[in-house]
């Protein structure tokens, strides 16, 4: 799986859009692009994925440059309960790994929310 | 409906004792996975099962770790032999079919003294 780079930390205020970038300059063509977070004492929870083209759920938006080296995840109004540590990931699909898709984690961004 | 669920929450241990660790998945959830987190570190892979059979154990870190999944639902890590290094959370996480959303537990924090 290609290696994915975040920054360290980042702050927001509550009510403003969070943007969190990613750099994954060796992703290829089919590896996806995978969001988790994780809330302190708690497990990591799934956001959103993509492949190429930009996607939007309930719980945020995932941006893709067109090269694909890099991509953003944006929460629209941010609150207090979304501190948390987000991991961006770059998996292939499934049938691809003999691994049964493990998810390799780096150490993500501390995203602290403040009111 | 229930989320998995992972018991003890929190385990102290005498360096040198065995533990077990246990993960209910989702009901129905096909495949199932173990990470270890260090304090301040993102989850790292340990093993994985489809069903009852232990497809991968790459990440065990040595062969004081074993993990099971007999009739593929419960699934229990064995740590023998403890040491202080295997102090960590252990995440466990379930999904429904191969390469689908992963829903992990809350973890169980170990330490070893």
């Known amino acids: 799986d290609a290696k994915t780079t975040q920054p360290t930390s980042m702050d927001c205020a509550e009510g403003r859009a969070a943007n969190l970038p990613c750099n994954h300059s060796?992703?290829?063509?089919?590896?996806?692009v995978y969001w988790y977070r994780q809330i302190h004492s708690q497990g990591p929870q799934y956001i959103i994925h993509?492949?190429?083209n930009n996607e939007t759920n309930e719980m945020a938006s995932l941006i893709i440059t067109e090269d694909r080296k890099s991509s953003t995840l944006i929460l629209p109004h941010a609150t207090l309960r979304d501190t948390a540590v987000y991991y961006c990931?770059?998996?292939?699909?499934?049938?691809?790994?003999?691994?049964?898709?493990?998810?390799?984690f780096g150490e993500g961004t501390q995203l602290t929310v403040n009111p | 409906g229930a989320g998995v669920s992972q018991s003890p929450r929190y385990k102290v241990a005498k360096r040198g004792q065995d533990v077990a660790l246990r993960c209910d998945p989702i009901?129905?959830?096909?495949?199932l996975f173990w990470y270890q987190q260090a304090l301040g570190q993102g989850p790292e892979f340990l093993t994985y099962?489809?069903?009852?059979?232990?497809?991968?154990k790459s990440g065990l870190p040595s062969d004081r770790f074993f993990a099971e999944r007999p009739e593929g639902s419960v699934s229990t890590l064995k740590i023998q032999r403890t040491q202080q290094e295997d102090s960590a959370v252990y995440l466990c996480?379930?999904?429904?079919?191969?390469?689908?959303?992963?829903?992990f537990g809350p973890g169980t924090r170990l330490t070893v003294t």
């Open positions: 009901s129905g959830h096909v495949s």
């Open positions: 099962f489809q069903n009852e059979a232990q497809l991968d």
């Open positions: 993509g492949l190429k």
């Open positions: 060796t992703i290829s063509g089919n590896e996806y």
């Open positions: 996480a379930s999904s429904l079919a191969l390469g689908g959303e992963q829903y």
């Open positions: 990931i770059v998996r292939f699909p499934p049938l691809q790994e003999t691994s049964g898709s493990r998810l390799t």
